[in-house]
C-alpha cells in the first residue's frame, strides 16, 4: 500500500508475531528506534538482543526485525536496530525538563478504537504540556494532557506542534478513580532518551533560557570563560606521604558496579583524622589519571556559602552564564549536571551539617557521582541513591605498615612500631602527627610510646608546631575535635554533648554500660553543669548528638558497652580539664559506677565491664578518687574481681590499694586498714589461709588501737580471723574465737543483727569441722530459720548456710539428703546469681561430690566432667576451682572404673 503523507516518516509499529500492532516506534537515526519498554516486556521481548517485528505506521516500511539494544527499565525507555529504516529519522529534540507549561504539542501513534468492523490505522491526539513530577523520589517524569491519547501509542514521541521537535516518549496514561488528574499521560524525558542513546546517536537539544536563566529579569551575564574538556575544578589535596591501601577502598568500586544510578552518591562518615578526605582525593585522582572523568569538582564543603559560591562558579564554567545569585547559580548547575552528556564526579570535602546540602544534592545519574565527606552521622545524610560508609581508623597491620613506610628512611627509630600503633589508636591523622614529631627530633616508636604512656603530659606536647605539621594537616590531633565538639553542643539538648564527652573520657575507651550516663549522680552533675534539670532522655539525646559528630559511638542495642570512643578523643578531652573541674566530675562518675553496681553479680560479662571502667577511672582521676578519702568504688572493684573467681588477682589489686592508702592517708586512716582487711580475705581465699590469719591478728590489734574493740570494723576483723584460724588447720581454736564473738556480738547488736547471724554460722561450720558435724548440721537447722525471717530466702548469707547445711547433714550421715538440698539450692542460685556465678558452680561441685558420695559415681563423674566445661571457660584453665574440678573428675572416673564388674 502506498505511504500515508499524513503521517510522519519516522513513526513505526511494534507488532505480535501475528503481525497485530500493540504499540508505537520512532526512528531517532537510520535503523534506530526508540520505544516504551513495557511495550516490548508485554511480548516477553524486553530484555537486549531479543527480537521484535517492527513496520512503518504510514505503510511505507514492511515487516522488519529490531533487536533490543538498551533498555531502562525504571524510566520505561528501549532502544532497538531494525534491519531496514524507516523513511526517515525525528527532525529536532527538545529538553523535556524545559518545556514550557501549556505548550501544544501532538501525539501520534497506533490507535485501538472500540469500533465493531472498523479499523483505524493510527491517530493524532493533541494536547498541552502539563509539567513534571518525580515518581517514587527517583524517576523524573513529564507529564502531558491530553484526552485522546489511548493503548497502542505508548512508545510514540510527544511532539511540540510548533516544530515537531521530541520533547518526550508516552509511557503510560493515567487516569484516577476519583476525578483527579484526568487525561493524564506521563511522558519518560527526552533527558534520559539521550543517556540511553549515548555512543549509538548524539542528540541535541534546541538551546533555549531555561526557568533559571531567564530568573531575576535577565540579570544573568554571559561569564565570557570557555571550557576545555576534560576540565576540572578546585584544589584536590596532595596524596599524603606513605598513603596506605586501606580494607575501606573498595567503596567506589562497589557504589559505581551497584546498578545504573542504584548508588550515585558515597557519604564517607567518621571521626575527625581517619583520613575520609584522603581516601576521596585517592578515589577522585585515580578516576582521572585513569581518563573515566569528563569532569571533576572538588569543593571544601565548610559552609552553605562555600558550597554556593563554588556550584555558581562551575556553573558559570560549565554554561558560559554568570548569575549574580548563588543560590541561582547552584542550581544552574544541578541543572546542568542533569542534562550533561559528560562523566562528573563532585567531591563535598568536610561538609559541615547535613542542612549546609539542602537542595544542593547533585541529582542522582548513571553518568555521574558524588563523594562527600563529614564527621557527622545524621540520617539526613542517607537517603535514595545514597550510602553512608563508616570510615573507620586503620587496622592493626595497615597503621603499622604506614609507620613503618613513613620511617622507611631512618630504619633506627621503626622497632616498637607495632606497639605504638596501638597505643595511638591506630587512627591516621595521629600516625603521621607522631611520625613526623620523631622525625624531627630523631625519637624512635620505643622512646615515643614511653613519652605517651606519661600521663603527666599533654597530647599537645608530643605533636608538631602548627608550621610543622605533614601532609597540609590544618590542625594537631589535639585541636582537631574542638570544632566536633562545638557543633554537638549547638545541638539538642543544647550543651549536654560536650559535658557527657568529658565523662566519657574518664571511662574505658572500649564500652561503657548505657545506664552509667542515666545514672542520678551523672544526672546531678550534668544539670549543675548546664543550670537546669537534665532526665534520662536528655542524657541519651545528648550521646546521639556526639554520635552524630563521631566523637563516640552510641548503641543503645548493646547496653553493656553502649558507648565507645577513641581513646585519643578522650585524652585530649581530658587535657582540657581544669584539676578543679577533674577533682569533682571523677568522683561523681565514680559515685555513678557504684550505683549502678549490682550487688550480687549475675552478669559476669558486666562485672567485667564495670571494673574496666572503674580501672579507667582511676587512671584517668588519679588523686581524685583519694581527696579527702578512698572512693568506696576502690574496694568495690577490688571484691568485684575476687568474687568473680579471681582471688590470685583481687590479692594483687588489694596489695596496690594498701600501698597506696598507706601512701596517701596514712597508715592508721580507716580506709588503710580496710584496704588490709581485704588484702587478708583475698589472701586466703587464694589459698594461704596462715597467711590471712596472721595479717588478721595484725589488724586486729590496730584497729583495737585506733578504733577500740567494740568497733564494727575490729569486730568484723575478728569475724574474719575465726574463719582463716580454721581454714589453717585449726578448727578448735575458729568455734572457740566464734563462740567469744558471738557473746559480744548478742551482748552489743542483739540476736538479729546480720553479724550475729553471720558468727553463729561460723561457729556451726567449725563444730563440724572440730567433728561435730550432727551438732554443726542442728545449728544450722537453727539458724536457717532466723536467716530465713530476717534476710530473706535469696539473700547471699541465707544460700550460703543451706550450702552449708546440706554438707554437714551428707558428713553425718545423709548424703542422699544432701543431694536433695543441693539440687533445690542449686535453682535457686541459678535463679538469683546466674548460671555462671562462682557460688554457682560451688554448689554443682558440691552436688556432684555428694552425688557420688550417695552411691551415685556415674552421675558425679558426668556432672564434674559438665562442671570442668563451665569452669574452664569462665575461670580459666589454671584457676584453683578449675584444677578442683579436674581432680575430682579423675577421682570420680576411677572410681567408677573400679565400681564396673570385669
Aim: hydrophobic content about 45%.
Amino acid at each position: 500500500m502506498p505511504a500515508d503523507p499524513r503521517i510522519p516518516g519516522y513513526l513505526g509499529r511494534v507488532l505480535t508475531a501475528a503481525g497485530l500492532p500493540v504499540g508505537t516506534c520512532f526512528q531517532v537515526a537510520p535503523m534506530v528506534l526508540v520505544t516504551a519498554w513495557h511495550v516490548l516486556n508485554d511480548l516477553d521481548c524486553g530484555a537486549e538482543d531479543d527480537a521484535v517485528d517492527v513496520d512503518a505506521l504510514n505503510g511505507a516500511l514492511q515487516v522488519t526485525k529490531a533487536r533490543v539494544l538498551r533498555t531502562d527499565l525504571l524510566r520505561d525507555l528501549a532502544v532497538l536496530r531494525a534491519d531496514a529504516p524507516l523513511q526517515r529519522s525525528v527532525t529536532g529534540w527538545f529538553a523535556t525538563d524545559r518545556v514550557p507549561l501549556n505548550e501544544p504539542v501532538v501525539v501520534t501513534g497506533v490507535s485501538h478504537v472500540d469500533d465493531p468492523g472498523h479499523e483505524l490505522e493510527y491517530l493524532d491526539a493533541p494536547g498541552e504540556w502539563a509539567g513534571g513530577t518525580t515518581r517514587d523520589s527517583e524517576v523524573p517524569l513529564g507529564r502531558l494532557s491530553a484526552k485522546d491519547v489511548m493503548r497502542g501509542m505508548s512508545g510514540a514521541p510527544v511532539r511540540r506542534r510548533s516544530d515537531d521537535h521530541v520533547v518526550g516518549v508516552v509511557s503510560a496514561r493515567y487516569n484516577s478513580g476519583d476525578g483527579w488528574l484526568a487525561h493524564s499521560v506521563w511522558v519518560a524525558r527526552s533527558e534520559d532518551v539521550r543517556r540511553l542513546l549515548a555512543g549509538i546517536e548524539d542528540v541535541t537539544f534546541e538551546r533555549r533560557p531555561d526557568p533559571v536563566e531567564a530568573a531575576d529579569e535577565g540579570d544573568a551575564r554571559p561569564s565570557g570563560r570557555r571550557v576545555e574538556w576534560p576540565y576540572r575544578c578546585g584544589v584536590v589535596p596532595p596524596r599524603a606521604d606513605a598513603l596506605q591501601v586501606r580494607a575501606t577502598g573498595g567503596w567506589a568500586a562497589d557504589a559505581v558496579g551497584a546498578g545504573e544510578a542504584a548508588v550515585s552518591t558515597s557519604v564517607l562518615s567518621g571521626m575527625g583524622g581517619v583520613g575520609k578526605t584522603q581516601l576521596a582525593a585517592d578515589h577522585a585522582e585515580t578516576a582521572w589519571a585513569a581518563g573515566d572523568l569528563d569532569l571533576l569538582v572538588w569543593i571544601t564543603a565548610a559552609s552553605r556559602d562555600a558550597i554556593l559560591s563554588t556550584y555558581t562558579r562551575v556553573a558559570a564554567d560549565l554554561t558560559g552564564v554568570d548569575e549574580p545569585d548563588p543560590e541561582q547559580g547552584a542550581q544552574r548547575l544541578l541543572s546542568w549536571l542533569v542534562n550533561a552528556s559528560k562523566r562528573w564526579l563532585i567531591v563535598l570535602d568536610d561538609v559541615q551539617s547535613p542542612g549546609d546540602l539542602r537542595g544542593l544534592w547533585p541529582p542522582a545519574t548513571s553518568w555521574g557521582r558524588v563523594v562527600v565527606t563529614t564527621r557527622r552521622r545524621d540520617a539526613a545524610l542517607r537517603g535514595r541513591h545514597r550510602r553512608l560508609i563508616e570510615v573507620d581508623v586503620f587496622s592493626d597491620a595497615e597503621a603499622a605498615t604506614y609507620l613503618s613506610a613513613a620511617l622507611a628512611d631512618h630504619p633506627d627509630l621503626i622497632e616498637g612500631a607495632t606497639g605504638l600503633a596501638w597505643a595511638l589508636g591506630c587512627l591516621p591523622l595521629a600516625l603521621a602527627q607522631a611520625a613526623a614529631f620523631m622525625l624531627d627530633r630523631q625519637l624512635s616508636c620505643l622512646t615515643y610510646h614511653a613519652r605517651l604512656a606519661d600521663r603527666l603530659r599533654r597530647l599537645r606536647s608530643l605533636l608538631p608546631e602548627a608550621e610543622s605539621l605533614p601532609d597540609e594537616h590544618q590542625a594537631t590531633v589535639a585541636a582537631t575535635w574542638s570544632l566536633s565538639v562545638e557543633q554537638a553542643n549547638r545541638l539538642e539538648p543544647a550543651g549536654l554533648a560536650g559535658v557527657l564527652l568529658e565523662i566519657v573520657s574518664l571511662l574505658d575507651p572500649n564500652g561503657v554500660p548505657a545506664v552509667v550516663f542515666t545514672a542520678a549522680p551523672v544526672l546531678q552533675w550534668l544539670g549543675d553543669t548546664v543550670g537546669r534539670p537534665v532526665g534520662e532522655d536528655d542524657a541519651r539525646d545528648g550521646l546521639a548528638c556526639l554520635h552524630r559528630l563521631s566523637l563516640i559511638t552510641w548503641k543503645p542495642d548493646s547496653a553493656l558497652r553502649a558507648v565507645r570512643a577513641h581513646a585519643l578523643v578522650q585524652r585530649a578531652t581530658r587535657d582540657s580539664l581544669p584539676q578543679a573541674r577533674l577533682a569533682v566530675l571523677a568522683r561523681a562518675v565514680a559515685d555513678a559506677l557504684v550505683s549502678v553496681w549490682p550487688d550480687i553479680e549475675t552478669d559476669t560479662v558486666l562485672g567485667q565491664v564495670l571494673r574496666a571502667n572503674a580501672d579507667a577511672l582511676s587512671a584517668a582521676g588519679d588523686a581524685c578518687l583519694w581527696e579527702p578519702a578512698a572512693h568506696p568504688l576502690l574496694f568495690r572493684a577490688g571484691t568485684s574481681l575476687g568474687e568473680s573467681g579471681s582471688a590470685a588477682q583481687a590479692t594483687s589489686y588489694f596489695q596496690r590499694l594498701r600501698a597506696t592508702a598507706v601512701r596517701r592517708l596514712g597508715p592508721d586512716h580507716p580506709d588503710a586498714l580496710d584496704s588490709r582487711h581485704s588484702l587478708a580475705r583475698w589472701r586466703g581465699e587464694a589459698g594461704d589461709p596462715g597467711g590471712a590469719a596472721a595479717a588478721l591478728k595484725e589488724l586486729l590489734a590496730d584497729r583495737v588501737r585506733v578504733l577500740g574493740a567494740e568497733h564494727p570494723h575490729a569486730v568484723a576483723t575478728r569475724h574474719s580471723l575465726t574463719r582463716w584460724l580454721g581454714e589453717a588447720g585449726d578448727p578448735a581454736g575458729a568455734a572457740a574465737v566464734s563462740e567469744e564473738l558471738l557473746a559480744d556480738h548478742l551482748r552489743v547488736s542483739g540476736a538479729e543483727h546480720p553479724s550475729t547471724l553471720a558468727t553463729r554460722h561460723h561457729l556451726a561450720y567449725w563444730r563440724g569441722e572440730a567433728g561435730d558435724p550432727a551438732g554443726a548440721a542442728a545449728a544450722l537447722e537453727e539458724l536457717l530459720i532466723d536467716l530465713v525471717r530476717v534476710l530473706g530466702a535469696d539473700h547471699p548469707n541465707t544460700l550460703i548456710a543451706r550450702q552449708s547445711l546440706a554438707r554437714w547433714r551428707g558428713e553425718a550421715g545423709d548424703p542422699a539428703g544432701a543431694v536433695v538440698a543441693l539440687k533445690e539450692l542449686l535453682a535457686d542460685r541459678r535463679q538469683v546469681l546466674g548460671a555462671d556465678h562462682p557460688d554457682t558452680l560451688a554448689t554443682r561441685h558440691h552436688l556432684a561430690q555428694w552425688q557420688g558420695e550417695a552411691g551415685d559415681p556415674a552421675s558425679a563423674a558426668i556432672a564434674f566432667a559438665e562442671l570442668l566445661t563451665d569452669r574452664l571457660r569462665v575461670l580459666g584453665a589454671d584457676h584453683p576451682d578449675t584444677l578442683a574440678t579436674r581432680h575430682h573428675l579423675a577421682q570420680w572416673r576411677n572410681r567408677l572404673s573400679k565400681s564396673v564388674p570385669t
